[in-house]
């Protein structure tokens, strides 16, 4: 009996051991926003859109003094969709070893060089290959060291988000109440690819009714491994596409110290951060509050969107150590 | 010692349910991991309506169809039956409209079942992310609605025998009506079978009572009611007389609240009769019914 109650409490605190806490339904609070009020389908695609792997030194081990050797590495683009621009290279730091030739070519230029046209096509990658000479013995005063080889690939890329709303006409909405069915909405956000994110959240619930104030909020965090610090003036576009002439929104407002006066172009809301830059304190900006005032009139329910735009330059590192010995 | 075996394997089984097995193998695949057709279907008594989709997913400015299958349940007709795709933020018919999308049938014979296919493009919409599309779908009909409820009259000295002997059950009282989403029970100030009321100051009640026996909502209903030959001066809340009928003021008259409506009182007086007189009131209904159903497809880029 005493093996029976042993066994089965190893078994409890074996199986325990594989509970995944993320996935207790906790997982809308995990994201870097406050819990959602609303039910939020949250479909978020990867952090990386150019990486640097298979970073390779030929050949391996160490090297002896005045050697030469190479740094082979791909650079890859991710994204499956779009091209990727303006794509260029610097090699800042050899240590006391000396670059000495290879393609990408003249990564020690500044400013940082085009990589062929900048462009990189959906999932193309490229090969960069690179050598070396190693320090000669004098150098090195004879001792062993090593030699930090340092390149970063910079890019740009816009980031980009998008989250519907559900509108609903009075009547529709009285109608759905007295007949007792859910009249909740569930959201669904695409944050696109890319370190930058942008995130959404609602100050009420869905649907909102016509006629009717829908506050909502964005935030901007940078979730890769390099550093941005400011979203510079006027990149941060904040949209809201009436997609339907005949029941327009009425009017999108986000905090007026730092976007201004938002503007109907196009049958599009627009909003931008015209006024002032928005600093990332701890990867992250403040709660950006905008109300979008929804049609006079909708065709019972309707699904909108509102889309969020940032094109930014982005650093990615890429690094590899050489061991000389005398 | 029991009661810590039972413990534990009460243990066993309440941490059991919260296990998430990382399998490294996909043994079974997921339903987003495949682009299978998706189907809904939405029904009533009198109808059955089904939607296929071609696929789960589609790529902008890619074709997408729509199969629309239309069944009457009914052995009668039914009219002004249509589909209306009214939510569709992401699907075009032509050109770059986003609009709603109706089909039509004016009658829809007695069991007769009707396809048709609706091909709708994918619209490329900025930014370019994957999107989840809804498409609601609002399928409406007309339909008619009949009941005939049975008024037994007695005179006092009938109903005085009859309870005497206690054969007042055995009077046949019979209400029949159409299986439908609307439905109508019918139900007196007094248990039937009624005694003769002559006197207009001191009238039996009668009450209307509304169902939604489906899971649409009714756009509109139209009732009539032709009272029974021994009910006399039959008036009724919110209804005015048309001929030998009354008819309802408005056809949006009656509100549910869940699957009830405030009932109707009607007032009336009976026949004098001699003995025993078994009638029926009928009652009839055209109604606007409206169900509504969605589906969710993946728009990629």
């Not at chain 1, 109650?5 to 051991?17: A, E, K, Q, R, W």
């Not at chain 1, 959906?122 to 320090?135: N, V």
């Not at chain 1, 830059?277 to 969107?305: A, G, H």
């Not at chain 2, 509109?220 to 009611?225: A, F, G, L």
Request: aromatic letters at 10%; one cysteine or more; hydrophobic letters at 35%.
């Amino acid at each position: 009996m005493k093996k029976i109650i042993l066994g089965s409490l190893i078994l409890v605190l074996f199986v325990s051991g594989c509970i995944d806490i993320n996935n207790l339904g906790l997982s809308n609070c995990d994201i870097p926003f406050i819990c959602q009020q609303n039910t939020v389908n949250v479909t978020k695609l990867g952090p990386d859109i150019l990486v640097i792997q298979n970073i390779n030194v030929i050949p391996k081990g160490s090297v002896r003094p005045k050697d030469e050797f190479s740094v082979y590495f791909q650079v890859k683009n991710q994204e499956e969709n779009d091209i990727v621009s303006n794509v260029r290279y610097s090699l800042f730091d050899t240590g006391l070893c000396s670059f000495s030739g290879g393609t990408p070519i003249n990564p020690k230029t500044i400013p940082p060089q085009l990589w062929d046209d900048g462009n990189f096509a959906p999932a193309e990658t490229k090969q960069g290959d690179w050598s070396f000479s190693a320090p000669s013995l004098e150098d090195i005063a004879n001792l062993r060291t090593v030699c930090p080889i340092k390149f970063k690939i910079t890019y740009n890329y816009t980031s980009r988000s998008q989250v519907d709303i559900g509108l609903i006409d009075d009547v529709r909405l009285k109608e759905l109440q007295r007949s007792g069915k859910d009249v909740s909405y569930s959201t669904n956000l695409n944050i696109g690819r890319g370190p930058i994110k942008i995130y959404f959240d609602f100050g009420g619930t869905l649907p909102a009714r016509n006629n009717s104030n829908l506050s909502f909020y964005v935030r901007v965090v940078d979730e890769g491994s390099g550093l941005y610090t400011t979203i510079p003036k006027g990149k941060l576009s904040i949209q809201a596409p009436n997609m339907n002439s005949a029941r327009p929104f009425q009017n999108l407002e986000c905090v007026s110290d730092y976007f201004g006066i938002c503007s109907q172009n196009g049958g599009v809301w627009m909003c931008s951060n015209s006024q002032k830059v928005i600093p990332l304190i701890s990867k992250k900006t403040f709660d950006i509050k905008c109300t979008l005032e929804t049609p006079s009139t909708v065709n019972e329910e309707e699904t909108r969107y509102i889309n969020a735009y940032l094109p930014y330059d982005y650093d990615v590192i890429g690094s590899a150590s050489v061991e000389v010995k005398p | 010692m029991k009661s810590l075996l039972l413990l534990t394997v009460f243990l066993i089984l309440l941490t059991s349910l919260c296990i998430n097995l990382q399998f490294p193998i996909n043994v079974f695949p997921s339903d987003n991991q495949t682009n299978n057709p998706l189907s809904i279907s939405s029904e009533s008594q009198d109808i059955l309506f089904k939607v296929d989709v071609s696929a789960s997913e589609v790529k902008a400015d890619r074709p997408l169809q729509f199969f629309f299958e239309t069944t009457n349940k009914q052995g009668y007709n039914l009219r002004n039956v249509a589909v209306e795709v009214y939510d569709n933020p992401c699907l075009v018919l032509s050109g770059s409209t986003i609009g709603t999308f109706t089909n039509t049938t004016p009658t829809l014979k007695a069991n007769q079942t009707k396809m048709w296919t609706l091909t709708l493009k994918a619209k490329s919409l900025e930014p370019k992310l994957q999107k989840n599309c809804p498409i609601k779908f609002k399928f409406s009909y007309e339909a008619d609605y009949s009941l005939f409820q049975d008024i037994a009259i007695l005179s006092e000295g009938e109903y005085t025998q009859r309870d005497s002997a206690g054969t007042l059950g055995d009077i046949p009282i019979s209400s029949t009506s159409s299986n439908s989403p609307f439905g109508v029970g019918i139900t007196f100030s007094e248990d039937q079978p009624l005694t003769v009321n002559t006197d207009s100051n001191n009238t039996y009640f009668m009450y209307v009572n509304y169902y939604n026996n489906g899971q649409g909502l009714f756009k509109s209903i139209d009732v009539s009611i032709t009272p029974s030959a021994n009910m006399n001066n039959l008036k009724c809340h919110l209804y005015s007389s048309s001929g030998n009928k009354l008819k309802i003021d408005s056809p949006s008259s009656i509100v549910f609240i869940r699957d009830k409506a405030t009932p109707t009182t009607c007032s009336f007086t009976t026949s004098d009769v001699a003995s025993m007189d078994v009638k029926s009131l009928s009652l009839t209904a055209n109604y606007k019914y409206v169900l509504d159903n969605s589906i969710t497809i993946v728009v990629k880029p």
